[in-house]
């Protein structure tokens, strides 16, 4: 076995921004047509107050598609099982993940660190996640561990002898990490946003799993950088999309 072939462990998320047309001038621009017609830059960003006080009121009262005339596409690595739940939103979004039946899938998998609460306490509905214990979060990662080396090892056995690799990968965890470009606007960011974040200026509670969460919140720092207006919009109207 190579190095390449040995496996890695990982227990952090990776969100790289690749590139992006969002700006607060976007949503202006988007907006003010309805009232105005076309407008120059110049135009839209000559009064501050004015500008914010629109985007506010266009998130306060759910004018939701001049949110829409933008994008960012964001480069994601995470386990198999968070772009599972990733993929459920469809409206505003647009994936290409890396293929199992095209390329030999790399052995980095996911294990909890110690800031990862791992009991669940409570019934369906009304539950929280506490510590675990040291003895708790060995076992887990002595378990996954073993678990993601086995797998691998009959991944790799079953690509010697000539199995096909779509055949292959069915051995593989849920925990193994892949990669995929993710593309978005700001309209289907937040709502995003609202449904995978825990957020203490949230009107409707949400209670996203830890793991996609922390993709969610890598996300918007990015986009905070981008379009702080509307940033701020969204928290100050409880983080409920437009």
């Not at 708790?136 to 991944?155: C, F, I, K, N, T």
């Not at 990968?169 to 925990?175: I, N, S």
């Amino acid at each position: 076995m190579t190095d390449a072939d040995t496996p890695r462990f990982r227990s952090d998320m990776t969100v790289e921004l690749v590139k992006h047309t969002a700006t607060d001038t976007d949503v202006l621009w988007a907006a003010r047509v309805s009232t105005a017609g076309e407008q120059s830059l110049e135009e839209l960003e000559k009064d501050p107050a004015r500008s914010k006080g629109l985007i506010n009121y266009l998130m306060r009262d759910r004018h939701g598609s001049p949110f829409e005339h933008n994008s960012m596409t964001f480069f994601i690595s995470a386990p198999l099982f968070v772009f599972r739940e990733f993929h459920r939103h469809r409206v505003g979004w647009s994936y290409n993940e890396e293929s199992g039946r095209y390329r030999r899938l790399e052995p980095v998998f996911y294990i909890p660190d110690a800031a990862r609460k791992l009991v669940q306490q409570g019934r369906p509905g009304k539950y929280e996640f506490v510590e675990g214990t040291p003895e708790q979060l060995e076992l887990v990662g002595r378990s996954m561990a073993d678990s993601y080396r086995q797998s691998y090892e009959a991944y790799q056995e079953m690509l010697a002898a000539g199995v096909a690799r779509e055949v292959a990968r069915a051995t593989l965890p849920v925990g193994l990490y892949s990669s995929m470009y993710a593309t978005c606007n700001a309209r289907s960011l937040m709502h995003f946003l609202g449904l995978r974040t825990k957020h203490e200026q949230a009107k409707v509670p949400s209670f996203p799993q830890r793991e996609i969460e922390m993709v969610a919140e890598l996300m918007e720092e990015q986009w905070t950088k981008l379009m702080p207006l509307t940033h701020e919009a969204f928290n100050t109207n409880g983080r409920v999309a437009p």
